[in-house]
């Protein structure tokens, strides 16, 4: 089968093309696995941390890719409830252990033995793979299968943002960086709490644009001082500029949530500019997401069939795998990139 292997880690300014396309064996499903042939697969913003080395796979050469869509080819033993044919998706989680108390009390998103898709086992940017059956989800009809892939990671995570912000219908959420995830939680927001003004802080005007046509109120580069004061915050950028400026735009009691699974080391002295009365005072709280739950991908799969929900897509070929994630490290996004490795069926 054809797959885009990542075999050394390294900055993409230094090896622009660090995936190369290789003909691979096709998996065989383990027991309690399936295989899918995978059709399209989004990219996302993880997959620069996982080759920049700052969520590093742990061996090499592997195959990334985790917002997987494709038809079920083949089943391992024990397998049930899921059939050839069937139309699964894959998220970034690919297994937990099932035991410890983090997954007993339904938060295996923060189990020690997570594993991740396209990180710690091999992912989407290939025409086949396998997963634990209990760990796809079913593609709800209406989404095709380039409409469903950016679902799984930056919708869900998206999903997962939102709730750890507590935002109530009335109240002003902003948005720092409008990459896949931003575009879907506001679609998101103006479904489910319509009375809630969205405010945009993007540093590229494309995105601040594409913002606005998607009903954003206002938008502006992350250090301009919106017109009121937000209830929540959810920063999706790589870098800590933001995080310092969302604070001080923050009402009191109001929540920051950083949706990023690492962040660049590159402005980290904007730390030092925290000023505790004006940024942290007054109850303002800072929390992280970390990966997603299966009851995410599964609820924000339902709510998004529900609302129709409709990603903006980017289409590629999986050999255009380094252009997509050259563009979306420079922020030449509208949306979200996917990759379509099979013609539609
Ligand atoms: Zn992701
Ligand atoms: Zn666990």
Known sequence: MRAMILAKLGPLDENPEPLTLAELPVPEPRPGEIRLRVAA??????????????????????????????????????????????RVGVPWIYSACGRCKYCRAGNENLCPWFQATGRDVDGGYAEFMTVPA???????????????????????????????????????LGLTGFGASGHLVLKMVRHRFPHSRVYVFARSAGERAFARELGAVWTGDSTDEPPEKLAAIIDTTPAWGPVVAALQHLEPGGRLVINAIRKEERDKDALLRLDYPRDLWLEK?????????????????????????????QELPLAAANQALRELKARKIRGAKVLRLSSPG
């Open 41 to 86: 697969c989004g990219v996302c913003h993880t997959e620069l941390d996982e080759i920049e080395g700052r969520t590093p796979p742990p061996r090499l050469p592997v195959v990334l890719g985790h917002q997987a869509v494709g038809r079920v080819d083949a089943l391992g033993s024990g397998v049930q409830g899921i059939r050839e044919g069937d």
């Open 134 to 172: 209990a760990f796809a989800h079913p593609i709800p009809e209406i989404f095709s299968d380039v409409q469903a892939a950016p679902l799984l990671c930056a919708g869900a995570i998206g999903y997962r943002s939102l709730k750890l912000a507590g935002l109530q219908d009335g109240e002003s």
């Open 285 to 313: 709280e800072v929390k992280s997401v970390a990966n997603v739950a299966r009851s995410d991908v599964r609820e924000f799969l339902a709510l998004a069939a529900e609302s129709r929900l409709e990603s903006e897509v």
